[in-house]
């Protein structure tokens, strides 16, 4: 799978967990896709301060990913700051 499938494959898994994210006023963004097996996003909204995102981020979002693209080892959420800084 090339890099640009892979990232489609990865927004589509987005695609999918996003109505969850939005029905709590949450969101989520693909940043990038590194080695072809570690996923950076960033968590907006209300997802950024709650007190579960990890949880969301790991039982939710990875596992999601992980079902369209096994390759993926793991996702992690950074701040624009963050990601800026990488």
Known sequence: MTGQE??????IALD????????DGG???LLSIE???LVKVQLLGTCVDCTVNQMTLKSGVE???K???????EVINVTVGQFANK
């Open 35 to 37: 080695d072809d097996s």
């Open 16 to 23: 999918e967990i996003r109505p969850f994210l939005k029905s």
């Open 6 to 11: 892979l990232r489609k494959t990865v927004e």
């Open 63 to 65: 596992m999601t990913i």
């Open 67 to 73: 079902k369209y693209a096994p390759q993926i080892k």
């Open 27 to 29: 969101d989520i963004e």
